[in-house]
């Protein structure tokens, strides 16, 4: 590669490198029920979950985190902590802190950390249900219509769509006059009222689901109408917003969420439970908070939604359910059911859910708890290079519930590629992808980036090689399942004898 051009595709890797690696990182100290933890959160747009059983942390995460851009009133939000409690952020260079001194909680600032963002909080702390009292609910039933003014369209149209699919279901919406309704009753922050043909209802009348709406559309809207400058980081905090939704709610207040985060650039958090929320969330935004018996804190991310949710309802009724770990390997086996013909009068499920133990665990799970009753039949396939490592975890654990396990002929997608594009090349393969997807910057020019940047031997899971080449899927308008296909097709074509021992095995299950 000529100069020029190695230099023009370094600064042209470097932008993207740095636009894909935009993280808060925050460190927790003794704050509730977490004594110490470090996590990562991505401030690109999209959909997140922060997830896990009850009591490992979730509020709390979501709440410690919001504190970034919120000055939270620490004690009512946290209770009683130790004295050395602590909440510190790292972003770009910049630092901010919360910290006990004294008994008092004091911020710290380093830098000019540019970011914002909203949180719509736990029902007791939070704003949803702030000014519930009899005396000012009885106040507020009684507002004269002097002191009300008409309501956004936005909040009534999309709590309309949300709720009931149809933005004219609420004929109007009406909220009390900031300045006027000083002279009358003390609230905070803004009341809302609709109304359906010629009856009012309060929003402290409202249903639990819209009133909870209708604050959190009121919080995007005062959001969406700040955001001058649309590249800077904006992050909205949404601690268990499933209360009260019907799952077809969910559904449509995900698909709503979408729309915001890729309009207005916000990076969407969820603190939740719902299997609605988490299955509309790629792997690599869930977070499951995972509390082991010692009570510490492990963060688990990427994490697919089955092992996130650990619950498998939805996939009940399948007659075989088959556990593998990515979505390479959901797109191997499900190409061999199709194009070897094994999938006829039978309802097969393909589940990806993560590392080799998390599909371990999962299955004991549905085995010890009968999730999928007994009418589906379950097995495990799992990543080739893992067969040593997950023999020992079954002997370690003593986990012995006769799950048929079978082993594909590759590894994970990011170690495939290193091992075949890079370590040894495999130039059928390289040729292969490289004329189909890297057009502007070739495959070569990335692999010679990184041998030259990075040192391979400290890569051996690949992650660091896909990382430059996900970069390059990105910037073409390119997915991973576009390249996982590639591979796929190439292993059944050029691999027959590693593909036929997958074949046996699932012909096996099917008898």
Not at 161 to 175: A, G, P, S, W
Not at 298 to 309: I, S
Not at 432 to 443: A, K, W
């Amino acid at each position: 590669m000529k100069s020029f051009e190695k230099e023009k595709f370094y600064t042209i890797l470097e932008t993207r490198n740095r636009k894909n690696t935009m993280r808060l990182n925050m460190q927790i100290r003794k704050i509730k029920s977490i004594e110490s933890l470090d996590i990562d959160l991505s401030i690109e747009k999209g959909l997140y979950a922060i997830t896990g059983q009850n009591g490992s942390g979730k509020s709390t995460v979501v709440t410690s985190a919001s504190s970034v851009f919120f000055n939270l009133p620490m004690h009512d939000y946290f209770g009683k902590t130790d004295e050395d409690a602590s909440i510190s952020f790292a972003l770009n260079g910049a630092t901010r802190a919360w910290t006990k001194k004294d008994g008092k909680w004091l911020q710290e600032r380093n830098g000019f950390m540019d970011i914002k963002g909203f949180y719509e909080g736990s029902i007791i702390f939070g704003n949803r249900f702030r000014n519930t009292n009899f005396e000012l609910l009885s106040k507020l039933d009684q507002i004269n219509d002097s002191i009300l003014e008409n309501g956004s369209d936005f909040i009534r149209e999309n709590l309309g769509i949300i709720l009931h699919n149809n933005k004219n279901f609420y004929d109007k919406l009406l909220k009390l006059n900031g300045f006027k309704v000083k002279q009358t009753v003390k609230v905070n922050g803004d009341i809302f009222y609709y109304q359906k043909g010629i009856k009012r209802v309060s929003q402290f009348h409202m249903s639990t689901g819209e009133n909870l709406l209708i604050s959190v559309l009121n919080s995007i809207n005062i959001r969406n109408s700040d955001r001058a400058n649309l590249r800077k980081p904006c992050i909205l905090f949404l601690d268990e917003i499933e209360l009260a939704l019907h799952p077809s709610s969910l559904k449509r207040l995900v698909f709503f969420l979408k729309e915001m985060s890729n309009q207005y650039n916000y990076a969407i958090y969820f603190s939740t439970h719902s299997i609605e929320l988490i299955s509309a969330i790629e792997p690599e935004n869930i977070f499951f908070l995972d509390r082991h018996s010692d009570n510490s804190l492990e963060v688990l991310n990427p994490c697919y939604p089955a092992y996130a949710t650990r619950i498998l309802y939805d996939h009940s009724g399948y007659d075989y359910i088959i556990l593998v770990e990515d979505d390479l390997a959901k797109e191997i086996v499900n190409r061999i059911l199709r194009k070897y013909s094994l999938l006829s009068n039978k309802l097969v499920h393909v589940l990806p859910c993560g590392g080799y133990s998390n599909v371990i665990e999962l299955a004991k799970e549905v085995i010890s708890s009968n999730l999928v009753g007994k009418t589906s039949s379950i097995s495990i396939i799992l990543d080739g290079d893992v067969k040593t490592d997950a023999e020992n975890y079954i002997t370690k654990n003593e986990i012995n519930n006769n799950i048929p396990l079978n082993y594909l002929p590759i590894e994970s997608l990011e170690k495939y590629l290193k091992k075949n594009l890079c370590d040894n090349v495999d130039h059928k393969l390289f040729r292969t992808l490289n004329d189909f997807i890297f057009h502007q910057v070739s495959l070569t020019s990335i692999i010679e980036n990184y041998t030259n940047t990075i040192q391979t031997g400290s890569d051996n899971n690949g992650k660091k090689l896909y990382k430059l080449i996900d970069n390059e899927l990105k910037a073409r308008n390119k997915s991973r399942n576009e390249i996982i296909e590639m591979i796929v097709d190439y292993l059944i074509a050029n691999k027959p004898t590693e593909i036929d021992k997958i074949i046996e095995f699932l012909r096996k299950q099917f008898e």
